[in-house]
Nanobody, 127 residues
Framework: QVQLVESGGGLVQPGGSLRLSCAASGFSLDNYAVGWFRQAPGKEREGVSC????????YYVDSVKGRFTISSDNAKNSVYLQINSLMPDDTAVYYC????????????????????WGQGTQVTVSS
C-alpha cells in the first residue's frame, strides 16, 4: 500500500524551528519528486518546496527561501523540511506529496502535479 506519513509538527513560539518528516512506505522515493505543501485555515493549499532524488535539485517558493530547507534520506525513504525563524503566518497543516519524475520548476508548487499525499501535520506558531 502506497503511503506517505508526515510527522514533526507541533506548537512552537515565533522564532523557533521545526523539522518535519515525510516517510514513504509501499514504494521507493527514488525517481520521485517530493513536494511540501501547506494549507492555512480558509486558504488554498500552497506548495512551498520540492526535491527529487534523481537529479538532486531543490526548489523553494520565494516566500520561504532562506528559512525552509528540504532534504532527503534515501536509506530511510524519507524527505524532511527544516523550518527556521517560524512566524505566525507559517501556521498551517503541512503535507508532503509525491509524483513520478523530477521536480518541474513551473509546476512543482501545484497540487495537481502530485499523485500521492500524506495526511498532514499541524504546525502552529504562537506565543
Amino acid at each position: 500500500q502506497v503511503q506517505l506519513v508526515e510527522s514533526g509538527g507541533g506548537l512552537v513560539q515565533p522564532g523557533g524551528s521545526l523539522r518535519l518528516s515525510c516517510a514513504a512506505s509501499g514504494f521507493s522515493l527514488d525517481n520521485y519528486a517530493v513536494g511540501w505543501f501547506r494549507q492555512a485555515p480558509g486558504k488554498e493549499r500552497e506548495g512551498v518546496s520540492c526535491t527529487s532524488s534523481n537529479d538532486g535539485l531543490t526548489y523553494y517558493v520565494d516566500s520561504v527561501k532562506g528559512r525552509f530547507t528540504i532534504s532527503s534520506d534515501n536509506a530511510k525513504n524519507s524527505v524532511y523540511l527544516q523550518i527556521n525563524s517560524l512566524m505566525p503566518d507559517d501556521t498551517a497543516v503541512y503535507y508532503c506529496a509525491a509524483a513520478w519524475g523530477p521536480c518541474i520548476s513551473a509546476t512543482y508548487h501545484k497540487p495537481r502535479s502530485y499523485d500521492y499525499w500524506g495526511q498532514g501535520t499541524q504546525v502552529t506558531v504562537s506565543s
